[in-house]
């Protein structure tokens, strides 16, 4: 049995007709950036995330560096990050003139770890960006707690890229100044290409940030700010907004398999796995554990067909482009242990009961050798 790591054609073949024609419709308006269907997206988002606004940009790296740029934070000023993350979080920090402050991961939720956040927080503070890893979101409340404790008034911008549909309190909402999404192919909802998301309740940053992704212009060639070109295309927008009505059962898809998953593996001394939360606050864009010889065991099912990934294999304390910043002596305990040990096993909404089984069945088959 082939198990691939990600299955994006049986995701769209269901819409497949549907993409072709709105395909030729977006042709036949010759209207290609930033139009009608870009709005309409927008609107749709903003309603199932719960929000006042939503902006639809080219990608989740702009996401994160617009919504930034938007708060207007001092440069040089310090961002707390979680050390265990996709780079994209702390290149969008640095992009902005701002720094980035590394912190530990709970090596249970693989979440940043609260307390080393809050040892953290200093007068330099300007922001914190709480990665919802996996699809699991942080809680943003205690966050908040902290920060009012240690008399901060430093901004929370939610990278929410792995994180769609993600609830908190039974519905999904913004609980910092601004969300930031990815619709990179393989996220729960990915476009046909590149796209992202900034979504706030925050009339002013929303306003500023439409205005910085089209070169600073409300009307063409006449440009209030120095911007840039963030824009996504029509095409993704109206893919993204076909495909928007599904994710809520995708979602719940994922959770089935990671039911599927916990009975599979349960019992295996050399592979821990998170506790399936249904009360759909984590989405599993990923389903992550811990193992033995991990090596070992991607060979090993490799060989039987079956994907897997790592995310991430090196913490960004520990990569070239941070090391020159932070050196090599930082020691961040549970990120490295952990991404010693992680992996990803196949996860995608359309993933059958039989693959999940012959996953966990060949994982069984390997520590019992």
Not at 53 to 69: C, D
Not at 298 to 306: E, F, P, T, V
Request: charged fraction near 25%; include cysteine.
């Amino acid at each position: 049995m082939k198990v691939p790591f990600v299955d994006l054609y049986s995701i769209h073949k269901p819409l497949e007709k549907v993409f072709i024609s709105e395909f030729k419709r977006i042709i036949r308006t010759n209207s290609f950036v930033a139009g009608k269907e870009t709005e309409l997206f927008e609107q749709d988002f903003a309603s199932y995330c719960g929000a006042k606004h939503a902006l639809l940009v080219n990608n989740g790296t702009s996401a994160l560096f617009v919504a930034l740029s938007a708060l207007h934070l001092p440069r040089g000023g310090e961002v707390i990050i979680p050390v265990n993350t996709f780079i994209a979080t702390a290149e969008a920090a640095v992009l902005c003139g701002l720094k980035p402050i590394f912190v530990d991961i709970n090596k249970e939720t693989f979440l940043m770890d609260l307390e080393d956040t809050a040892k953290k927080i200093s007068k330099k503070t300007v922001a914190i960006i709480p990665v919802h890893l996996y699809g699991q979101r942080v809680n943003i409340m205690e966050i908040k707690k902290i920060l009012k404790k240690k008399k901060s008034s430093s901004a929370i911008v939610e990278d929410a890229c792995q994180a769609h549909g993600a609830i908190v309190g039974g519905k999904s909402k913004v609980e910092g100044d601004v969300a930031c999404y990815s619709f990179y192919p393989g996220k729960n909802l990915g476009a046909l290409g590149e796209a992202g998301a900034v979504v706030t309740d925050n009339t002013i940053l929303d306003q500023y940030m439409r205005l910085y992704r089209g070169h600073g212009s409300r009307i063409k060639y006449f440009h209030d700010i120095v911007g840039m070109n963030l824009r996504a295309s029509e095409m993704q927008a109206v893919f993204l907004r076909k495909k928007l009505p599904l994710l809520s059962y995708q979602n719940k898809a994922r959770l089935k398999a990671v039911q599927w998953y916990a009975k599979g593996l349960r019992g295996i001394k050399e592979v821990k796995f998170q506790v399936p939360k249904l009360d759909g606050s984590h989405v599993y864009h990923l389903f992550v554990v811990h193992v033995k010889n991990r090596d070992e065991l991607i060979q090993y099912l490799h060989d039987r067909g079956i994907d897997t990934g790592i995310h991430y294999p090196v913490p960004l304390h520990k990569t070239v482009a941070f090391e020159k910043l932070y050196g090599k002596n930082n020691q961040f305990f549970s990120a490295e242990l952990t991404v010693s040990e992680i992996l990803s096993l196949p996860m995608f909404a359309t993933i059958t009961q039989s693959q999940v089984e012959y996953v966990c069945k060949n994982i069984r088959i390997f520590y019992k050798k």
